[in-house]
Nanobody, 121 residues
Framework: QVQLVESGGGLVQPGGSLRLSCVAS????????MGWYRQAPGKQRELLAA??????NYADSVLGRFTISRDSDKKTLYLQMNSLRSEDTAVYYC????????????????WGQGTLVTVSS
């Protein structure tokens, strides 16, 4: 069974930076997309950044400030967050859309447990 674990969240001042990590354990046959989401209290979960064979896409709210990246073996996904604002405060989740085994014929969405980012002075 594949598990995703996020880390790197915490309390930062406005204008500060954080780097989030998402480590995948277990076997994954192939990955369709990899991405980062966030959810603030009372709000819908928001897609921030995604990577696929077609390229990388960012939400307008983080474009130019956040950067998504991954290790070459795709075991770890990163989100570098710069110029953080109060409105960036949320629980951040990583997501993989993947075929877990070579026998799978449907993609599975895999989620981490989330890591809290609080931007406050």
């Amino acid at each position: 069974q594949v598990q995703l674990v996020e880390s790197g969240g915490g309390l930062v001042q406005p204008g500060g930076s954080l780097r989030l990590s998402c480590v995948a354990s277990g076997n994954i046959f192939s990955i369709n997309t990899m991405g980062w989401y966030r959810q603030a209290p009372g709000k819908q979960r928001e897609l921030l950044a995604a990577m696929s064979s077609s390229g990388t896409n960012y939400a307008d709210s983080v474009l130019g400030r956040f950067t998504i990246s991954r290790d070459s073996d795709k075991k770890t996904l990163y989100l570098q967050m710069n110029s953080l604002r109060s409105e960036d405060t949320a629980v951040y989740y990583c997501n993989l859309n993947a075929l877990v085994t070579s026998r799978d014929y449907r993609y599975t969405e895999l989620w981490g447990q989330g890591t809290l980012v609080t931007v406050s002075s």
